[in-house]
Structure formats: structure tokens, C-alpha cells
């Protein structure tokens, strides 16, 4: 299946925009994307190794959390697994080290 | 909100306004009820910058009537290669003077209301009260959580974008039974794990296709015409020219709008994405 790189996350990737893995089930397919690509592991699991809450996997347009059976899911190879992560625009993500709010500029 | 007004409440349309929306009023979807509809609405942006200006521009051009705008920045020569609502001559000013005068250049009988003011929990409420529809224009995860909370409190809808580097994201949150930002991401990244837009650069024209998306959903709300993008969020990939969706839901167990919520009142946003253990 292919597996889709999110911009921020493809310099972990090796700068690839998509990824082809042989898995049978939506956990397979990550365990094999972060196999080949370990540095990508801290940013799509927590240390208890849940997928972070910024970060969505999408199994072609269905949230993966939505499936019921979620990761466990099987795929086949010509199903899409899509990682979207939050993004933000012109400056620094996520409490940025001033902590200011003010510029809000897109 | 504007679609909710009854017809005999709208305001009338005077003879300029007929000449100029005529493209307008030829549509049916649109036509005279649909323009004064516009006239009566009132919109936020927050954000004057790459997401705010195609979005108040186009609104402005719509004919919408009222068009909040918030912003704290002065223009730097950066911006211009994407905020094009600026000009080289208007370095240094404020955003809010900039945009306005670009705004009313262009509409006259436009409503800007200008706010100058860093949106703050203390704030929100009483800033939002008085519009139909708010703008996510923001570049920030405590601004954009803030907008998306105070606009489920409220209950407005918020047209969100956001962009980084070449990828953009749309959609609407915080409508009626819709999902809305924190049922997609309950929380932000936290600082450093993501690389930042800052470091990654933004292609200029990629905030002019999503907020030209934005506008084009708050005219459809304000209308009351078409398919949303509640429910769904579209993706762009500018450098591929791909525009594909996925599938958003009201997740029942969201902390500010699912069945049982932990979020009644503002947060410190700051405090929430500073990547801190602690919440609400």
C-alpha cells in the first residue's frame, strides 16, 4: 500500500512524499513505514507508543480512529494511508518560546 | 446568524448595489434575497495576513456587509510575498489601517471594523458576540484552538485554513452538529517536534488558494446555499496541483464539543500548547 508523507514530517522520511509498504493491516504498514524510517517514530508515537494527538492517519478517506477495528484494519495494496498532521502558517508552531499570541498573520 | 434573518428583515438594496452585484443576481443561488443577505452578514477574520487577505478581499468585493478584522502586526517586507492585501508603501504601518483602506478602496459601503487587539481568552467573547461567522486566519495552535473554542461556545461557525510550505488544509468547523478543531486534533504539537513554517517557508500563492476556499464557504453559510466543508477536510498539495478530502466527525467524546464537555469555558491557550502536561 502506499503511505502518504505529510511536508512537515518527510525530512524524517527521507524526503519522500509517499512510501510503498507490504502489510496486511494499518498497524503493519506503520510498523514497516517506521522500520525503514526510525526518526519518523518519535513524531507519529508517544513514548507509550499511541499515535499522537496531533497527528491522524487516515486509511483512504475513513479516520482510522472511526474504523471499528481500528489499526488492526486490513489493507490491501491498493489502499491509501494518509499521516495528517496539525499544521501552522507563517511563524513558529505551538507555544513558540515567547509564548505570545500577537501575531496572528497566516 | 445571516441565514436565519427573514427576508423582510434584510436590508434593501440600493440602486448602486443592484449594478454592481449584477453578476450576482443572475445566479439563482444567489440573486436579490442572497445579496441582501450578504449585506446584512457580519464576518471575523482573524488574521490580516496570507490567509486574510484573499479572504477579506473577496468578501469585501461579495458584498458582505460587516467585516470584523483583528490583527496586532505591522506590515514587514516579508509579508508582501503573500499577504497581498499590503503594498510596498504600507511597510511599517499597522495591518488593521493597511487593510481596511485596501477594503475600502474596493467596497465603500463596506462595515470594517477594526480590531487592534491580541485575541486573548478575556477578549474573545466579547469580540465574536457580534458576528455571524468567524475567519480562522491564524498562524498559531493557542490563537487557532482559542478561535475554535470560543466558536463552539458561541456557536458560530468557524471556516478555517491553515497553510505550511506547499500544503494547505480547509474546513468548517463548529457548525450545528458538525465536528470541530479539537475533534480533528484534540491537541497541538508540542513546540520543537514539528518543524515550523518560520524555518520551512510558505510558496505566496498557497494562502491565496485557501483563502479564497475560506471566503467561498462563508459566502455559501451566509447564503445557506450548496455543500459545506463541515464534515470534511480538503487537503491541497500545490506542488502536485492535488486536491483531495478526507472525512471529519463530531467526536462524542471532544472536550468542547462532544456529549459530555470537559471545556466549558476559555483556557489558557498558551499554557495548552506550550507542550505542558497540564489541560484546561
Given at each position: 500500500m502506499t503511505i502518504f508523507i505529510p511536508t512537515p514530517l518527510r525530512a524524517f522520511a527521507g524526503g519522500s512524499k509517499a512510501v510503498e509498504v507490504q502489510a496486511s493491516s494499518v498497524a503493519a504498514a506503520l510498523d514497516s513505514l517506521t522500520s525503514a524510517h526510525p526518526a519518523l517514530r518519535n513524531h507519529l508515537f508517544n513514548a507509550e507508543g499511541k499515535l499522537r494527538a496531533f497527528v491522524n492517519l487516515y486509511l483512504n478517506d475513513e479516520d482510522v480512529r472511526y474504523l471499528p477495528a481500528k489499526e488492526a484494519t486490513a489493507v490491501s495494496s491498493s489502499d491509501t494511508l494518509s499521516i495528517i498532521p496539525s499544521i501552522a502558517g507563517g511563524i513558529a508552531t505551538a507555544g513558540n518560546r515567547t509564548g505570545s499570541m500577537r501575531r496572528v498573520r497566516g | 446568524m445571516a441565514t436565519v434573518i427573514e427576508s423582510a428583515q434584510l436590508p434593501e438594496l440600493s440602486t448602486e448595489e443592484l449594478s454592481r452585484y449584477a453578476r450576482h443576481l443572475s445566479l439563482p443561488e444567489v440573486g436579490t434575497e442572497g445579496q441582501r443577505k450578504l449585506k446584512a452578514a457580519r464576518v471575523l477574520c482573524v488574521g490580516t495576513g496570507g490567509l486574510g487577505s484573499p479572504l477579506a478581499f473577496y468578501l469585501a468585493a461579495a458584498g458582505i456587509g460587516t467585516l470584523g478584522l483583528v490583527d496586532f502586526d505591522v506590515v514587514d517586507a516579508s509579508n508582501l510575498q503573500r499577504q497581498i492585501i499590503h503594498s510596498t508603501r504600507d511597510i511599517g504601518r499597522k495591518k488593521l489601517d493597511s487593510a481596511a483602506e485596501k477594503l475600502q478602496a474596493l467596497n465603500p459601503t463596506l462595515n470594517v471594523v477594526k480590531h487592534e487587539i491580541m485575541l486573548s481568552s478575556a477578549n474573545a467573547l466579547d469580540i465574536l458576540k457580534d458576528y455571524d461567522i468567524v475567519a480562522d486566519g491564524t498562524d498559531n495552535f493557542p490563537t487557532r484552538y482559542l478561535v475554535n473554542d470560543a466558536c463552539v461556545l458561541l456557536g458560530k461557525p468557524n471556516v478555517y485554513g491553515s497553510i505550511f510550505r506547499f500544503e494547505g488544509q480547509a474546513s468548517v468547523f463548529a457548525t450545528k452538529d458538525g465536528p470541530c478543531y479539537r475533534c480533528l486534533y484534540p491537541e497541538p504539537p508540542p513546540p520543537g517536534l514539528v518543524p515550523s513554517c518560520a524555518e520551512g517557508?510558505?510558496?505566496?500563492v498557497l494562502p491565496g488558494v485557501i483563502g479564497v476556499i475560506q471566503a467561498t464557504e462563508a459566502v455559501k453559510i451566509i447564503l445557506g446555499k450548496g455543500k459545506t466543508l463541515s464534515g470534511r477536510l480538503m487537503l491541497y498539495d500545490a506542488m502536485d496541483m492535488h486536491f483531495r478530502e478526507v472525512k471529519l466527525r463530531r467526536d462524542p467524546a471532544c472536550p468542547v464539543c462532544g456529549d459530555s464537555p470537559t471545556i466549558t469555558e476559555y483556557v489558557d491557550y498558551v499554557e495548552f500548547c506550550s507542550g505542558r502536561p497540564a489541560r484546561a
Open positions: - | 517557508g510558505v510558496l505566496g
